[in-house]
Protein backbone atom coordinates (compact mmCIF):
# COMPACT_ATOMS: atom_id res chain seq x y z
CA UNK A 1 0.00 0.00 0.00
CA UNK A 2 1.67 3.63 -0.90
CA UNK A 3 1.77 6.05 1.58
CA UNK A 4 -1.12 8.81 2.34
CA UNK A 5 -0.18 12.69 1.46
CA UNK A 6 -0.28 14.97 4.78
CA UNK A 7 -2.76 16.62 2.13
CA UNK A 8 -4.98 13.80 2.27
CA UNK A 9 -5.91 14.08 5.78
CA UNK A 10 -8.43 16.63 7.12
CA UNK A 11 -7.89 16.40 11.16
CA UNK A 12 -4.68 16.39 13.49
CA UNK A 13 -5.29 14.84 16.44
CA UNK A 14 -2.46 15.55 19.23
CA UNK A 15 -1.07 14.23 21.95
CA UNK A 16 0.18 17.30 24.51
CA UNK A 17 2.16 16.86 27.07
CA UNK A 18 5.93 15.92 25.51
CA UNK A 19 4.87 16.88 22.44
CA UNK A 20 3.41 20.68 22.52
CA UNK A 21 4.09 21.25 26.09
CA UNK A 22 7.92 20.69 27.12
CA UNK A 23 7.21 18.76 30.08
CA UNK A 24 10.98 17.30 30.80
CA UNK A 25 11.51 21.24 31.13
CA UNK A 26 9.27 21.57 33.90
CA UNK A 27 9.89 18.49 35.29
CA UNK A 28 13.13 19.63 35.92
CA UNK A 29 12.82 23.49 36.34
CA UNK A 30 10.54 21.98 39.42
CA UNK A 31 12.83 18.97 41.01
CA UNK A 32 16.50 20.79 40.62
CA UNK A 33 15.51 23.29 43.11
CA UNK A 34 13.53 20.74 45.18
CA UNK A 35 16.88 18.34 45.43
CA UNK A 36 19.41 21.21 45.64
CA UNK A 37 17.77 22.35 48.88
CA UNK A 38 17.88 18.88 50.48
CA UNK A 39 22.01 18.44 49.13
CA UNK A 40 21.10 16.07 46.63
CA UNK A 41 22.92 15.95 42.99
CA UNK A 42 21.06 13.34 40.30
CA UNK A 43 21.79 14.40 36.60
CA UNK A 44 18.71 15.61 34.20
CA UNK A 45 18.53 12.21 32.79
CA UNK A 46 18.35 10.62 36.35
CA UNK A 47 15.36 12.59 37.48
CA UNK A 48 13.61 12.24 33.84
CA UNK A 49 14.24 8.34 33.74
CA UNK A 50 12.99 7.99 37.50
CA UNK A 51 9.94 10.01 36.39
CA UNK A 52 9.37 7.65 33.88
CA UNK A 53 9.69 4.61 35.25
CA UNK A 54 7.50 5.90 38.52
CA UNK A 55 4.73 7.30 35.83
CA UNK A 56 4.83 3.34 34.00
CA UNK A 57 3.91 1.73 37.49
CA UNK A 58 1.10 4.12 37.75
CA UNK A 59 -0.14 3.07 34.49
CA UNK A 60 -0.26 -0.03 35.07
CA UNK A 61 -1.46 -0.16 38.42
CA UNK A 62 -4.40 2.74 37.72
CA UNK A 63 -5.21 3.06 33.82
CA UNK A 64 -7.88 5.18 34.77
CA UNK A 65 -6.21 7.74 36.85
CA UNK A 66 -5.44 11.25 34.93
CA UNK A 67 -1.73 12.02 34.47
CA UNK A 68 -2.00 15.44 36.34
CA UNK A 69 -3.31 13.14 39.36
CA UNK A 70 -0.91 10.72 38.92
CA UNK A 71 2.10 13.65 39.05
CA UNK A 72 1.84 13.93 43.37
CA UNK A 73 2.61 9.71 43.62
CA UNK A 74 4.84 10.14 41.42
CA UNK A 75 6.86 12.57 43.13
CA UNK A 76 6.65 10.51 46.51
CA UNK A 77 7.83 7.29 44.19
CA UNK A 78 10.52 9.94 43.66
CA UNK A 79 11.73 10.88 47.15
CA UNK A 80 11.20 7.77 48.60
CA UNK A 81 13.59 6.33 45.82
CA UNK A 82 16.16 9.22 47.00
CA UNK A 83 15.40 8.35 50.24
CA UNK A 84 13.82 11.59 51.77
CA UNK A 85 10.27 12.64 53.04
CA UNK A 86 7.73 13.83 50.62
CA UNK A 87 5.46 16.50 52.37
CA UNK A 88 2.12 17.10 51.33
CA UNK A 89 2.87 20.50 50.37
CA UNK A 90 5.50 19.58 48.00
CA UNK A 91 3.47 16.96 45.98
CA UNK A 92 0.45 19.09 45.17
CA UNK A 93 3.18 22.25 44.27
CA UNK A 94 3.92 19.60 42.18
CA UNK A 95 0.71 18.36 40.70
CA UNK A 96 0.56 22.46 40.30
CA UNK A 97 3.46 23.04 38.48
CA UNK A 98 1.96 21.60 35.08
CA UNK A 99 -0.10 24.98 34.60
CA UNK A 100 3.18 26.79 33.92
CA UNK A 101 5.07 24.06 31.90
CA UNK A 102 5.78 25.37 29.01
CA UNK A 103 5.26 24.78 25.55
CA UNK A 104 7.61 23.72 22.82
CA UNK A 105 9.82 27.10 21.33
CA UNK A 106 8.04 25.97 17.81
CA UNK A 107 4.57 24.70 19.40
CA UNK A 108 2.56 28.08 19.01
CA UNK A 109 3.55 28.83 15.30
CA UNK A 110 3.35 25.48 14.12
CA UNK A 111 -0.43 25.13 15.01
CA UNK A 112 -0.93 28.45 14.29
CA UNK A 113 -0.12 27.87 10.56
CA UNK A 114 -1.56 23.53 10.73
CA UNK A 115 -5.14 24.88 12.20
CA UNK A 116 -5.40 27.24 9.10
CA UNK A 117 -5.32 23.53 7.11
CA UNK A 118 -6.59 20.72 9.71
CA UNK A 119 -9.03 20.84 12.19
CA UNK A 120 -6.90 20.38 15.55
CA UNK A 121 -7.98 18.08 18.44
CA UNK A 122 -6.24 17.30 21.90
CA UNK A 123 -6.00 14.17 23.13
CA UNK A 124 -3.88 13.90 26.26
CA UNK A 125 -4.11 11.77 29.28
CA UNK A 126 -4.29 15.15 31.47
CA UNK A 127 -7.27 15.94 32.94
CA UNK A 128 -9.66 19.11 31.31
CA UNK A 129 -8.52 21.21 34.40
CA UNK A 130 -4.73 20.80 33.28
CA UNK A 131 -5.77 21.17 29.66
CA UNK A 132 -7.23 24.11 30.31
CA UNK A 133 -3.99 25.58 31.17
CA UNK A 134 -1.65 24.05 29.15
CA UNK A 135 -3.97 25.48 25.90
CA UNK A 136 -4.28 28.82 27.25
CA UNK A 137 -0.06 28.64 27.21
CA UNK A 138 -0.35 27.86 23.40
CA UNK A 139 -3.00 30.36 22.62
CA UNK A 140 -5.98 27.82 23.11
CA UNK A 141 -5.61 26.44 19.42
CA UNK A 142 -7.92 23.40 19.53
CA UNK A 143 -10.71 23.17 17.37
CA UNK A 144 -12.36 19.98 20.05
CA UNK A 145 -10.66 18.39 22.84
CA UNK A 146 -10.48 14.52 24.74
CA UNK A 147 -9.20 14.27 28.09
CA UNK A 148 -8.29 11.63 30.25
CA UNK A 149 -11.48 12.25 32.86
CA UNK A 150 -13.99 12.40 29.98
CA UNK A 151 -12.84 8.84 28.45
CA UNK A 152 -12.17 6.92 31.85
CA UNK A 153 -8.82 5.95 30.96
CA UNK A 154 -5.71 6.76 30.03
CA UNK A 155 -3.45 6.00 26.30
CA UNK A 156 -2.36 4.03 25.71
CA UNK A 157 -5.60 2.15 26.33
CA UNK A 158 -7.20 1.55 22.57
CA UNK A 159 -10.53 2.71 24.43
CA UNK A 160 -9.25 6.14 24.46
CA UNK A 161 -8.79 5.69 20.22
CA UNK A 162 -12.43 4.20 20.08
CA UNK A 163 -13.68 7.21 22.10
CA UNK A 164 -11.89 9.42 19.63
CA UNK A 165 -13.78 8.04 16.63
CA UNK A 166 -16.66 7.86 18.75
CA UNK A 167 -16.60 11.57 19.67
CA UNK A 168 -15.50 12.94 16.05
CA UNK A 169 -18.17 11.21 13.81
CA UNK A 170 -20.97 13.72 14.10
CA UNK A 171 -18.12 16.15 12.82
CA UNK A 172 -18.04 13.20 9.58
CA UNK A 173 -14.49 12.73 10.59
CA UNK A 174 -13.47 8.57 9.94
CA UNK A 175 -10.46 6.76 10.92
CA UNK A 176 -8.61 7.96 7.65
CA UNK A 177 -9.62 11.46 7.74
CA UNK A 178 -7.20 11.65 11.21
CA UNK A 179 -3.27 11.83 11.38
CA UNK A 180 -2.25 11.06 15.14
CA UNK A 181 0.64 13.20 15.67
CA UNK A 182 2.92 12.53 18.76
CA UNK A 183 6.24 12.20 20.52
CA UNK A 184 5.59 9.45 22.81
CA UNK A 185 6.06 5.80 20.93
CA UNK A 186 4.91 4.08 24.19
CA UNK A 187 1.28 6.30 24.83
CA UNK A 188 0.15 7.28 21.01
CA UNK A 189 2.38 5.88 18.34
CA UNK A 190 2.30 2.10 18.95
CA UNK A 191 -1.49 1.71 20.10
CA UNK A 192 -2.95 4.60 17.45
CA UNK A 193 -0.79 1.89 14.57
CA UNK A 194 -2.49 -0.95 15.77
CA UNK A 195 -5.81 0.50 15.72
CA UNK A 196 -5.04 1.74 12.03
CA UNK A 197 -5.02 5.10 12.59
CA UNK A 198 -1.85 6.91 10.68
CA UNK A 199 0.86 8.67 12.78
CA UNK A 200 3.33 11.42 12.88
CA UNK A 201 6.05 10.67 15.80
CA UNK A 202 7.23 13.60 16.23
CA UNK A 203 10.77 12.74 17.83
CA UNK A 204 11.29 15.69 20.26
CA UNK A 205 14.21 13.82 22.05
CA UNK A 206 15.63 13.30 18.42
CA UNK A 207 19.72 13.46 19.23
CA UNK A 208 19.68 12.87 22.48
CA UNK A 209 18.95 9.21 23.19
CA UNK A 210 16.97 7.34 25.48
CA UNK A 211 13.13 8.13 26.32
CA UNK A 212 13.67 10.79 29.16
CA UNK A 213 10.44 11.42 31.05
CA UNK A 214 8.80 8.78 28.67
CA UNK A 215 8.28 5.12 29.28
CA UNK A 216 10.25 3.00 27.54
CA UNK A 217 8.08 1.05 24.79
CA UNK A 218 8.31 -2.60 24.69
CA UNK A 219 9.33 -2.48 20.78
CA UNK A 220 9.10 1.06 18.88
CA UNK A 221 6.97 1.16 15.66
CA UNK A 222 7.85 3.02 12.51
CA UNK A 223 5.35 5.86 12.07
CA UNK A 224 3.14 6.79 9.09
CA UNK A 225 5.34 9.67 9.10
CA UNK A 226 8.38 11.02 11.07
CA UNK A 227 9.58 14.48 12.32
CA UNK A 228 12.18 15.69 14.41
CA UNK A 229 10.34 18.66 15.19
CA UNK A 230 6.55 20.65 15.36
CA UNK A 231 7.95 22.84 12.77
CA UNK A 232 9.54 19.82 10.59
CA UNK A 233 6.11 18.38 10.40
CA UNK A 234 5.13 22.05 8.88
CA UNK A 235 7.70 21.96 6.47
CA UNK A 236 6.82 18.49 5.38
CA UNK A 237 3.01 20.05 4.91
CA UNK A 238 4.88 22.85 3.16
CA UNK A 239 6.34 20.78 0.92
CA UNK A 240 3.47 19.27 -0.92
CA UNK A 241 2.32 22.11 -1.68
CA UNK A 242 5.35 22.42 -3.94
Same mark, same amino acid.
Given at each position: ???????????????????? *??????????????????????????????????????????????????????? /?????????????????????? *????????????????????????????????????????????????????????????? /??????????????? %???????????????????????????? *??????????????????? %??? %?????????????????? *?
Amino acid at each position: MSKPLLKQFNTLTFDVVGTL *IDFETGILDWFRPALAKRGIEKTDEEILTSFASCEDRYQQQAPDKPFTAMLPLIY /RDMASRWNFAASNDEASEFQES *IRSWPAFPDTVASLDELGSRYRLVAVTNADAWALKYMSATMNDPFDEQLTCDEVGVNKPSP /RVFEYLLEKLAPLGV %TRGDILHTAQSQYHDIIPAMKLGFSTMW *IERRYGKGGYGATPKPGQA %TEP %TFHARSMSDFVQQVRSQD *I
